[in-house]
T-cell receptor, first 113, second 115 residues
Framework: LAKTTQPISMDSYEGQEVNITCSHN???????ITWYQQFPSQGPRFIIQ???TKVTNEVASLFIPADRKSSTLSLPRVSLSDTAVYYC??????????????FGKGTKLSVIP | KAGVTQTPRYLIKTRGQQVTLSCSPI?????VSWYQQTPGQGLQFLFE???????NKGNFPGRFSGRQFSNSRSEMNVSTLELGDSALYLC??????????????FGPGTRLTVL
C-alpha cells in the first residue's frame, strides 16, 4: 500500500522560497504526483501535478527525481496568504484490488511577517 | 463554469440517526469522490463513483454508502451515526481519474456534527 510522508509543519518568513518534500516510496509506474493547498474550512485546491523531472506553473514548481520516490513542491517568495496546509497526493492501488487516491497527512505552512 | 457544490454546508445530528449529503459536480465531470476529513486522521478517501457505478471504495464500514445519479450528482449516506463520524465531508469531481492521478476539484464541504 503506497503511502506518502511529509513534514507536519514548516515556518517561513515572507518573501522566502519554501520547499516541501513528500516521500512516496511505492509509487506505481503510471501514477502522477499532485499537490493541493487547503485553507481552513475549505476544500483542497489543486496546485500542480507532475510525473517526472520538473513542472512549473504560475503558482509553484514541482521537482521529481528520476526514481520518483519523492517530490518537492517549491513555492517562490511566499506571502502571508500562502499560510495553509499542503497535501501531496499519489495514486494508490491496494492489495484488495480497489484503486484509491491517498492524501498524505499534509504539511502546515505558516508564513511569518 | 460553476464549481462543485455541496449541501447542506452544516448539519447537526444525534447518535443513531442517519444523514444524507449531496454533491453536484462541475458540469461535464463524470466522476465524484467523497472524502472524510478529521483533525486526527486527515483526509481519507471514502468512495468514488463514475457513471452511476461505485468504482473505488476506501476502508470505511458499511454504514457509509453512496450513489450517483444519471446527471452525475451524488449523494452520500451515513446510517447509525456515531460520535466519531463528526467531520468535514468533502466531495470532489473530475473528468475521469482512472489509474493516473487526475485533477480533482473539491467542493466547500459539509460540516457534520454528531451529538
Amino acid at each position: 500500500l503506497a503511502k506518502t510522508t511529509q513534514p507536519i509543519s514548516m515556518d517561513s518568513y515572507e518573501g522566502q522560497e519554501v520547499n516541501i518534500t513528500c516521500s512516496h516510496n511505492n509509487i506505481a509506474t503510471n501514477d502522477y504526483i499532485t499537490w493541493y493547498q487547503q485553507f481552513p474550512s475549505q476544500g483542497p485546491r489543486f496546485i500542480i501535478q507532475g510525473y517526472k523531472t520538473k513542472v512549473t506553473n504560475e503558482v509553484a514548481s514541482l521537482f521529481i527525481p528520476a526514481d520518483r520516490k519523492s517530490s518537492t513542491l517549491s513555492l517562490p517568495r511566499v506571502s502571508l496568504s500562502d499560510t495553509a496546509v499542503y497535501y501531496c497526493l499519489v495514486g494508490d492501488f491496494s492489495g484488495a484490488g480497489s484503486y484509491q487516491l491517498t492524501f498524505g497527512k499534509g504539511t502546515k505552512l505558516s508564513v511569518i511577517p | 463554469k460553476a464549481g462543485v457544490t455541496q449541501t447542506p454546508r452544516y448539519l447537526i445530528k444525534t447518535r443513531g440517526q442517519q444523514v444524507t449529503l449531496s454533491c453536484s459536480p462541475i458540469s461535464g465531470h463524470r466522476s465524484v469522490s467523497w472524502y472524510q476529513q478529521t483533525p486526527g486522521q486527515g483526509l481519507q478517501f471514502l468512495f468514488e463513483y463514475f457513471s452511476e457505478t461505485q468504482r473505488n471504495k476506501g476502508n470505511f464500514p458499511g454504514r457509509f454508502s453512496g450513489r450517483q445519479f444519471s446527471n452525475s450528482r451524488s449523494e452520500m449516506n451515513v446510517s447509525t451515526l456515531e460520535l466519531g463520524d463528526s467531520a468535514l465531508y468533502l466531495c470532489a469531481s473530475s473528468l475521469d481519474p482512472g489509474r493516473t492521478t487526475d485533477t480533482q476539484y473539491f467542493g466547500p464541504g459539509t460540516r457534520l456534527t454528531v451529538l
